[in-house]
């Protein structure tokens, strides 16, 4: 069996390398719906998706005759103050560049910690495994979900940053560990 794993689709805010978090709950964006229906992604039995709008049509584009069941606790990181904002924008505060000093591991401010928000996601996918019955199944989540699965699942290993994927790329997982990226 395989987990196919892929980060949704392009949005506006992807567009402007924003932080779109928990709480943007934005929709795609024309380019990125149109890049999404150009892919080509295996065939699978089961889809998960995060609850958040540009995961469940992303789903909904790439596996039109699986209803995605949504798991709740795939939903994207909780950004905090930077919610929204680009690198523009946050240029120049020191909680920014505190943030980006600590390698991504301090929590962002009023959010969030890349730890918590790894340990959620790998939690909601071990609760899937026992559930899987040797099917292939497709998660459609965030970057940071894909990551925080492979860092932990992923033979060889990695660490976090190495499993960084682009808009409805992402990987597929064998349960041995061994893995192939898939994407546009």
Known sequence: MSWILIRHGMTQGN???????????EPLCAE????LKQGLYPEV??????PMKRCTETAAILYPTIKAEIIPDFRECDFGE?????????????????WIDSGGELPFPGGE?????????????????PGADGEDCALIVHGGTVMAIMEAMARPKGNY????????????????????????
């Not at 910690?113 to 495994?129: K, V, Y």
């Open 113 to 129: 910690s890349r730890a918590s928000f790894a340990a959620r996601s790998l939690a909601a996918f071990r609760s899937l495994l």
């Open 32 to 35: 990125g719906i149109a890049r």
């Open 82 to 98: 930077f919610e929204y904002k680009n690198y523009e924008e946050l240029n120049g505060r020191a909680d920014y560049q505190a």
């Open 161 to 184: 940053y190495d499993f960084q994927v682009k808009n409805g790329c992402g990987y597929i997982l064998q349960e041995d560990g061994s893995y192939t990226g898939i994407g546009l």
């Open 45 to 50: 039995r089961k889809v998960y998706a995060s």
């Open 15 to 25: 567009l402007e390398r924003r932080y779109v978090g928990c709480r943007t709950d």
